[in-house]
């Protein structure tokens, strides 16, 4: 009994009927296209996505087994006539554009490690969509809830900055930077940096991983007319490692503030999943003063 075999009956206990397609065009796969019972796709491969491409691949069961070795794997394809093998980050719900008709090449889902995240474009609004665990089954979810600057939920010790206004390096006034913050007594209305400078930025630590899928910035509560106009976004989950977030692999600037009370809010095209994140000042009138609030949910 060879190992192609077992993994094929493994996976063919595991979901034993036929999976149909469950999107509609022009979102992602064309209508007459089905997996057949082992959640594969003949003639298609996702594009864009892969990991780690091996050859001399004997068969997909091999092929199968390497995806299990890395965590990030969720989906392969296989080009039998040539023994290759790629592992994707994706699938092909959660980036329709890319899974394309493929003359020698088949899409297969990993089912024991299904993907979470499908197509934003198959909801509405400010809906995410999430996967079941067959990986092919969606649903939307409601994701618009004020994660918790505004009404403190968010501790003061989960943000910190790059500097602080009057205490040099120290981050501790990041945590006036709550939405709607007024000056109280000796408390300030809002973050300032030591020096207005590109590059300072506010961090907030969201306690867990959460997605987030709005932004919304204030300049300087009174008088005095300072506010940021221009910013960059970047996130970590472990918040060692940052990545810039981008739209069409170009680092997004996001318009801020044109005036120094009202409110701009600002929704990502690509949700970010994660668990800290930085808004990096890039341009500002005045001196850089903010206040702001972080939209989205719980995964």
Not at 137 to 142: A, L, N, V, W, Y
Request: hydrophobic share 35%; proline share 3%; charged share 20%.
């Amino acid at each position: 009994m060879t190992i192609d075999y077992l993994v094929f009956l493994a996976m063919s206990l595991a979901q034993s009927t036929v999976r149909y397609a469950q999107f509609s065009p022009p979102y992602d796969i064309p209508a007459h296209v089905h997996f057949d019972s082992f959640n594969t796709a003949f003639g298609w491969v996702l594009k864009r996505h892969v990991i780690k491409t091996l050859s001399n691949i004997v068969g997909i069961g091999q092929c199968m087994m390497q995806c299990s070795l890395y965590d990030d794997c969720y989906s392969l394809n296989f080009y039998p006539n040539v023994g290759v093998c790629e592992l994707n980050s994706a699938t092909h719900a959660s980036h329709p554009g890319d899974y394309v008709p493929s003359d020698n090449g088949s899409f297969l889902l990993y089912i024991f490690r299904s993907a979470k995240f499908c197509d934003d474009s198959l909801c509405t609004g400010d809906q995410v969509c999430l996967l079941e665990k067959d990986g092919v089954t969606r649903q939307c979810k409601d994701c618009a809830k004020a994660l918790g600057m505004e009404d403190r939920s968010i501790p003061d010790s989960a943000i910190m900055s790059s500097s602080t206004y009057g205490a040099g390096t120290s981050p501790s006034g990041g945590k006036y930077a709550r939405l709607h913050n007024i000056a109280t007594g000796l408390d300030s209305c809002c973050w300032a940096p030591a020096y207005p400078t590109a590059g300072q930025y506010l961090q907030v630590d969201l306690g867990q991983v959460k997605i987030v899928k709005r932004v919304a910035t204030q300049g300087r509560d009174g008088n005095q007319v300072k506010y940021v106009t221009k910013y960059t976004i970047k996130w970590s989950i472990d918040g060692q490692t940052w990545e810039d977030h981008k739209e069409n692999d170009v680092v997004k600037v996001f318009d801020g503030n044109v005036d120094h009370f009202t409110v701009v809010t600002n929704s990502l095209k690509d949700k970010i999943i994660t668990r800290y994140i930085r808004l990096v000042v890039q341009e500002w009138y005045g001196y850089i003063e903010l206040r702001m609030e972080l939209y989205g949910c719980t995964i």
